[in-house]
C-alpha cells in the first residue's frame, strides 16, 4: 500500500481508506461481506449458530424472549461459564496451550497453562464453598492484574456465584458503596500491588471499606509474598488464600446455571452520584464474548499471542481479558504495571518478548506513546504483530495513523471497536478481514447488530448526518438491568426513545456510511477511557466541610481526551488558596480513586445557572476551554458567567 511511504500527514489529507492486505484477509475467520447480509437477514438465527457454539449442560426451548426492554436468550438452556473457558479446551487436548503469559511490573514472571487454570479455579471454587459461598451469592473482587484475578474470577462462575470486580484503583468509600448495593457475603483481595515501583496496601482500602459492611463474612486475602510487603494488621475476619486454597481438590464440578442466571454485576459511572449496578447474565453474555472476540480479533488458537492492556476491573477486561479470548482458548499475555516503567517501551518490549500478534489498547494509551517518542517502539522487533485495536473513546485520525504506521508498519488492520460496561461486547468495529478502514471511525455495526442515528424528536436521520446513537434490536450479551433498580434501567436507557436503546453518545454517518462516535452527549466524562460522573465528582466535593456548591466539568485534555475541572463555591470562613484547591483535588481521590482527582478547581463566588436551578455545565466548559460564551440567555444571570471567565482567564 504504501510503496512511496507518503507521511503521515499527506495520508491524513487525503482521508483514504486501508483495505485489509490480502494475505490477512485470505486467512481471516470473516472475510466475506455477504456475512452481514446473512446475519441480517435472520439475527435470531445468526446468535443461534454463535450459541451453538458452547458446551451446554440443556438446550434452550427459545432463542430470544422480547418483552421490551427485557429480553431473555436460549431460555431454558443450561450451561457454565468456566466449563467454557476451560473444560472444553482441556477435554479437547488443549491442556498443555499456555491461557497466560503473566508479567509483573519488576519483571516476575509466571506461565499458567488452560490445565493449570483449571485446576486452580477449581481450588479456588472449593474454598470458596468451605468458606460458606453459595449460589446466587455475591462475591466483591479487589485485586491487581495478576492470574488470582481471572482465577477468582471463573471460581466464583464454577459454583454460581456472583462476581464483582471493582477496579483496585478505586477508593475505600467507592468499595463500600458497591459492597453494601449488592450485599455481597465476601471479599477476595490481594494484600497490596505495586504501581511504578511503589507499594500500595489494597488490604488496608478493604479493611476501611468492610468495617461497615455488615454482610460480609469473610475476607479471602491473596498474599504476594516477598517483594511488596503489606503493613496492615489482619482483621478477625480474614483468611489467607495460601491457608485456604492449595489443600483443596482438584475437581469442583461446575454449576448447571440457567443461561439468563446472573453471572456478574459491573458498576459504572451514570449522570447521578449513584453508580450504576450493571447485570450481565450467562449464556447470552458468553455467546457474545466468543462471536466478537473471534470475529473482531480474529483469534487463531494455535498461533495467536493476545494481548489486551486493559484491567479486569472495567468491563473490556472482562470481556477482552477473561471470557471472549478463554471460550476462543487463545494464548494471552497478562501485565502488571505501568506502561513506562522502567521505561516507555515496556509495552514494546512485552511485545517483542512475548511474540505478541494481536494487540488492543486505548487511544489515550496511543496518545502517550506517541508523546514519549518513535525512538521506544523503533527499538523493539514489533514484527509478530498482525492486527491492533482501539476501544473507550474516539481516537483521533493522527493517532490512528501513527498507530498504524510506527506500531502496526503500515501492515496491520487496526479494529477502532465501539461498545459499553452495557452492551457486552463490541457493537460497532470494523472485521478486519472484510472493512475498508478509514481513521477515526469506528465503521459498521457488528453482523447481527442494528444501530440508528435519532434526531431530538426521535425522527431517524437517513444518509450523511449526525444524531444520537440507539441500538434498535436486542442482542444476547445486552445488559439485563441494573442491580435491583429497573425504574432507572428504563428511565436511563429506554425512555429518552422508547422502545430503542439509547447509548449516551452521540454519532455521525458520513457519505460513505461509515459510523463515527463522537462522545458522550449526557453529564458523563469520559477521562483515559474511563466513565466518569460530573455529578459524582460534584457529590464528593460537597461533601468537604469547605464547599458550598459545586459543579463539574469534562475539558478537552491532549492526552486523557477529558479530564475533570471544578468549580467551587466555598462556605463562609474558608479562603480561597492555592493550597485549598490541592486538598479538594486530592478529597475527591480519596472519596472516589485517583482516576476522578480533578485536573484543577476553581473558586467562584457564584455558577451559571438556569432559571429554574440547573448548572449550565456547557457554559464552564466554554469557559474552561476558552470559547465564545455564544446565547447566555437562558441564564438566571448572565452576568456571572462574564464575571467567572474574566477570574478563570486571569487565574
Ligand atoms: C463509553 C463506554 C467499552 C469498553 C471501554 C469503555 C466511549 C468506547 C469507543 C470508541 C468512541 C468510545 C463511549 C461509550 N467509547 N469505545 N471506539 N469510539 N467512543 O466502557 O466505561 O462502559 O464506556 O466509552 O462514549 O459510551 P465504558
Given at each position: 500500500?504504501?510503496?512511496?511511504?507518503?507521511t503521515i500527514d499527506t495520508l491524513l489529507h487525503e482521508s483514504r481508506s486501508f483495505p485489509p492486505p490480502p494475505e490477512f484477509a485470505a486467512a481471516a475467520h470473516a472475510?466475506?461481506?455477504?456475512?452481514?447480509?446473512?446475519?441480517?437477514?435472520?439475527?435470531?438465527?445468526?446468535?443461534?449458530?454463535?450459541?451453538?457454539?458452547?458446551?451446554?449442560?440443556?438446550?434452550?426451548?427459545?432463542?430470544?424472549d422480547w418483552q421490551a426492554p427485557y429480553a431473555k436468550w436460549f431460555v431454558g438452556g443450561k450451561l457454565n461459564a468456566s466449563v467454557q473457558c476451560l473444560d472444553r479446551?482441556?477435554?479437547?487436548?488443549?491442556?498443555?496451550?499456555?491461557?497466560?503469559?503473566?508479567?509483573?511490573?519488576?519483571?516476575?514472571?509466571?506461565?499458567?497453562?488452560?490445565?493449570?487454570?483449571?485446576?486452580?479455579?477449581c481450588h479456588t471454587a472449593n474454598a470458596l464453598k468451605e468458606l460458606g459461598v453459595q449460589r446466587g451469592d455475591r462475591v466483591t473482587l479487589y485485586m491487581p492484574m495478576?492470574?488470582?484475578?481471572?482465577?477468582?474470577?471463573?471460581?466464583?462462575?464454577?459454583?454460581?456465584?456472583?462476581?464483582?470486580?471493582?477496579?483496585?484503583?478505586?477508593?475505600?468509600?467507592?468499595?463500600?458503596?458497591?459492597?453494601?448495593?449488592?450485599?455481597?457475603?465476601?471479599?477476595?483481595?490481594?494484600?497490596?500491588?505495586?504501581?511504578?515501583?511503589?507499594?500500595?496496601?489494597?488490604?488496608?482500602?478493604?479493611?476501611?471499606?468492610?468495617?461497615?459492611?455488615?454482610?460480609?463474612?469473610?475476607?479471602?486475602?491473596?498474599?504476594?509474598?516477598?517483594?511488596?510487603?503489606?503493613?496492615?494488621?489482619?482483621?478477625?475476619?480474614?483468611?489467607?488464600?495460601?491457608?485456604?486454597?492449595?489443600?483443596?481438590?482438584?475437581?469442583?464440578?461446575?454449576?448447571?446455571?440457567?443461561?439468563?442466571?446472573?453471572?456478574?454485576?459491573?458498576?459504572?459511572?451514570?449522570?447521578?452520584?449513584?453508580?450504576?449496578?450493571?447485570?450481565?447474565?450467562?449464556?447470552?453474555?458468553?455467546?457474545?464474548?466468543?462471536?466478537?472476540?473471534?470475529?473482531?480479533?480474529?483469534?487463531?488458537?494455535?498461533?495467536?499471542?493476545?494481548?489486551?492492556?486493559?484491567?479486569?476491573?472495567?468491563?473490556?477486561?472482562?470481556?477482552?481479558?477473561?471470557?471472549?479470548?478463554?471460550?476462543?482458548?487463545?494464548?494471552?499475555?497478562?501485565?502488571?504495571?505501568?506502561?513506562?516503567?522502567?521505561?516507555?517501551?515496556?509495552?514494546?518490549?512485552?511485545?517483542?518478548?512475548?511474540?505478541?500478534?494481536?494487540?488492543?489498547?486505548?487511544?489515550?494509551?496511543?496518545?502517550?506513546?506517541?508523546?514519549?517518542?518513535?525512538?521506544?517502539?523503533?527499538?523493539?522487533?514489533?514484527?509478530?504483530?498482525?492486527?491492533?485495536?482501539?476501544?473507550?473513546?474516539?481516537?483521533?485520525?493522527?493517532?490512528?495513523?501513527?498507530?498504524?504506521?510506527?506500531?502496526?508498519?503500515?501492515?496491520?488492520?487496526?479494529?477502532?471497536?465501539?461498545?459499553?460496561?452495557?452492551?457486552?461486547?463490541?457493537?460497532?468495529?470494523?472485521?478486519?478481514?472484510?472493512?475498508?478502514?478509514?481513521?477515526?471511525?469506528?465503521?459498521?455495526?457488528?453482523?447481527?447488530?442494528?444501530?440508528?442515528?435519532?434526531?431530538?424528536?426521535?425522527?431517524?436521520?437517513?444518509?450523511?448526518?449526525?444524531?444520537?446513537?440507539?441500538?434498535?434490536?436486542?442482542?444476547?450479551?445486552?445488559?439485563?438491568?441494573?442491580?435491583?433498580?429497573?425504574?432507572?434501567?428504563?428511565?436511563?436507557?429506554?425512555?429518552?426513545?422508547?422502545?430503542?436503546?439509547?447509548?449516551?453518545?452521540?454519532?455521525?454517518?458520513?457519505?460513505?456510511?461509515?459510523?463515527?462516535?463522537?462522545?458522550?452527549?449526557?453529564?458523563?466524562?469520559?477521562?483515559?477511557?474511563?466513565?466518569?460522573?460530573?455529578?459524582?465528582?460534584?457529590?464528593?466535593?460537597?461533601?468537604?466541610?469547605?464547599?458550598?456548591?459545586?459543579?463539574?466539568?469534562?475539558?478537552?485534555?491532549?492526552?486523557?481526551?477529558?479530564?475533570?475541572?471544578?468549580?467551587?463555591?466555598?462556605?463562609?470562613?474558608?479562603?480561597?488558596?492555592?493550597?485549598?484547591?490541592?486538598?479538594?483535588?486530592?478529597?475527591?481521590?480519596?472519596?472516589?480513586?485517583?482516576?476522578?482527582?480533578?485536573?484543577?478547581?476553581?473558586?467562584?463566588?457564584?455558577?451559571?445557572?438556569?432559571?429554574?436551578?440547573?448548572?449550565?455545565?456547557?457554559?464552564?466548559?466554554?469557559?474552561?476551554?476558552?470559547?465564545?460564551?455564544?446565547?447566555?440567555?437562558?441564564?438566571?444571570?448572565?452576568?456571572?458567567?462574564?464575571?467567572?471567565?474574566?477570574?478563570?482567564?486571569?487565574?
Amino acid at each position: 500500500m504504501n510503496d512511496q511511504d507518503p507521511t503521515i500527514d499527506t495520508l491524513l489529507h487525503e482521508s483514504r481508506s486501508f483495505p485489509p492486505p490480502p494475505e490477512f484477509a485470505a486467512a481471516a475467520h470473516a472475510n466475506d461481506p455477504a456475512i452481514y447480509d446473512q446475519a441480517d437477514a435472520d439475527w435470531e438465527g445468526w446468535w443461534e449458530r454463535w450459541a451453538s457454539r458452547l458446551q451446554w449442560d440443556q438446550p434452550w426451548q427459545q432463542v430470544l424472549d422480547w418483552q421490551a426492554p427485557y429480553a431473555k436468550w436460549f431460555v431454558g438452556g443450561k450451561l457454565n461459564a468456566s466449563v467454557q473457558c476451560l473444560d472444553r479446551h482441556v477435554d479437547a487436548g488443549h491442556g498443555n496451550r499456555v491461557a497466560y503469559y503473566w508479567e509483573g511490573e519488576s519483571g516476575d514472571k509466571r506461565t499458567l497453562t488452560y490445565a493449570d487454570m483449571l485446576a486452580e479455579v477449581c481450588h479456588t471454587a472449593n474454598a470458596l464453598k468451605e468458606l460458606g459461598v453459595q449460589r446466587g451469592d455475591r462475591v466483591t473482587l479487589y485485586m491487581p492484574m495478576v492470574p488470582e484475578l481471572a482465577i477468582s474470577v471463573l471460581a466464583c462462575t464454577r459454583i454460581g456465584a456472583i462476581f464483582s470486580v471493582v477496579f483496585a484503583g478505586f477508593s475505600a468509600t467507592s468499595l463500600q458503596d458497591r459492597i453494601q448495593d449488592q450485599e455481597a457475603k465476601l471479599v477476595i483481595c490481594a494484600d497490596a500491588c505495586s504501581r511504578r515501583g511503589k507499594c500500595l496496601d489494597l488490604k488496608a482500602v478493604v479493611d476501611e471499606a468492610v468495617a461497615n459492611c455488615p454482610t460480609i463474612e469473610k475476607v479471602l486475602v491473596w498474599h504476594r509474598g516477598a517483594g511488596v510487603a503489606s503493613a496492615s494488621p489482619v482483621s478477625d475476619r480474614e483468611v489467607a488464600w495460601e491457608d485456604l486454597v492449595p489443600r483443596q481438590k482438584d475437581q469442583c464440578p461446575p454449576a448447571s446455571m440457567d443461561a439468563e442466571d446472573p453471572l456478574f454485576i459491573l458498576y459504572t459511572s451514570g449522570t447521578t452520584g449513584k453508580p450504576k449496578g450493571i447485570v450481565h447474565t450467562t449464556g447470552g453474555y458468553l455467546t457474545g464474548a466468543l462471536a466478537t472476540s473471534k470475529l473482531v480479533f480474529d483469534l487463531k488458537p494455535a498461533q495467536d499471542v493476545y494481548w489486551c492492556t486493559a484491567d479486569i476491573g472495567w468491563i473490556t477486561g472482562h470481556s477482552y481479558i477473561v471470557f471472549g479470548p478463554m471460550a476462543n482458548g487463545v494464548t494471552q499475555v497478562m501485565y502488571e504495571g505501568a506502561p513506562d516503567y522502567p521505561a516507555p517501551d515496556r509495552f514494546w518490549s512485552l511485545v517483542d518478548d512475548y511474540k505478541v500478534s494481536v494487540f488492543y489498547t486505548a487511544p489515550t494509551a496511543i496518545r502517550a506513546f506517541m508523546k514519549w517518542g518513535d525512538e521506544h517502539p523503533e527499538a523493539h522487533d514489533l514484527s509478530s504483530l498482525r492486527l491492533l485495536g482501539t476501544v473507550g473513546e474516539p481516537i483521533n485520525p493522527e493517532a490512528w495513523m501513527w498507530y498504524r504506521n510506527k506500531i502496526g508498519h503500515d501492515l496491520c488492520p487496526i479494529v477502532d471497536t465501539w461498545w459499553q460496561t452495557e452492551t457486552g461486547g463490541i457493537m460497532i468495529s470494523p472485521l478486519p478481514g472484510i472493512t475498508a478502514t478509514v481513521p477515526g471511525s469506528a465503521m459498521h455495526t457488528f453482523p447481527g447488530v442494528e444501530a440508528r442515528l435519532l434526531d431530538q424528536e426521535g425522527k431517524e436521520v437517513e444518509g450523511a448526518g449526525g444524531g444520537y446513537l440507539v441500538l434498535t434490536r436486542p442482542w444476547p450479551s445486552m445488559l439485563r438491568g441494573l442491580w435491583r433498580d429497573p425504574e432507572r434501567y428504563e428511565e436511563t436507557y429506554w425512555s429518552r426513545f422508547p422502545g430503542k436503546y439509547f447509548a449516551g453518545d452521540g454519532a455521525k454517518r458520513d457519505e460513505h456510511g461509515n459510523l463515527w462516535v463522537l462522545g458522550r452527549v449526557d453529564d458523563v466524562m469520559n477521562v483515559s477511557g474511563h466513565r466518569l460522573s460530573t455529578m459524582e465528582i460534584e457529590s464528593a466535593l460537597v461533601a468537604h466541610e469547605a464547599v458550598a456548591e459545586a459543579a463539574v466539568i469534562g475539558v478537552a485534555h491532549d492526552l486523557k481526551g477529558q479530564a475533570p475541572v471544578g468549580f467551587v463555591i466555598l462556605r463562609g470562613g474558608f479562603e480561597a488558596t492555592p493550597e485549598l484547591a490541592q486538598t479538594l483535588r486530592q478529597h475527591v481521590a480519596t472519596e472516589i480513586g485517583g482516576l476522578a482527582r480533578p485536573e484543577a478547581v476553581h473558586f467562584t463566588p457564584e455558577l451559571p445557572k438556569t432559571r429554574s436551578g440547573k448548572i449550565m455545565r456547557r457554559l464552564l466548559r466554554d469557559v474552561a476551554e476558552g470559547k465564545a460564551l455564544g446565547d447566555l440567555t437562558t441564564l438566571a444571570d448572565p452576568g456571572v458567567l462574564t464575571g467567572l471567565k474574566q477570574e478563570y482567564e486571569s487565574a
